[in-house]
């Protein structure tokens, strides 16, 4: 009895050591990929913000017409795809034009 209460123990620790060997502390695995244009990409807040802190302006000097790429967000792979021109302007700064009041101070 003292030897099956010893294994049932053995195969306990076991189980638990392979079950935290397992987890890898913070790798998410996709659950699914989705395919989608760089104007519904640039439409969801969070998406938007995962591909600035994702992707590299440098893709950008290989002169292409299209350019695909993937973004990791809420344990989905996004692919987005989006023209030169479209992924310039998603990395240009905005600059904002500050415009001067048009008021008049005299008192005619």
Known sequence: MK????????VLIACAMISVASTDGGKIIA???????FEKAVTDPGL???MYQQLDPNFLKNDQL???VTVN?????YRITGTRAQWVKFFT????MESKPV?????E
Do not use: D, E
Not at 3 to 10: D, E, I, R, S
Not at 73 to 77: G, K, L, M, P, V
């Open 103 to 107: 008021f008049s101070t005299s008192h």
């Open 3 to 10: 030897t099956l209460k010893l294994a049932m123990v053995a």
């Open 93 to 96: 700064p905005k600059i904002k």
């Open 73 to 77: 967000y809420n344990a989905t792979i």
């Open 66 to 68: 299209v350019y695909t």
């Open 48 to 50: 938007r913000l995962a």
């Open 31 to 37: 659950k699914k990929i989705v395919n989608c244009s």
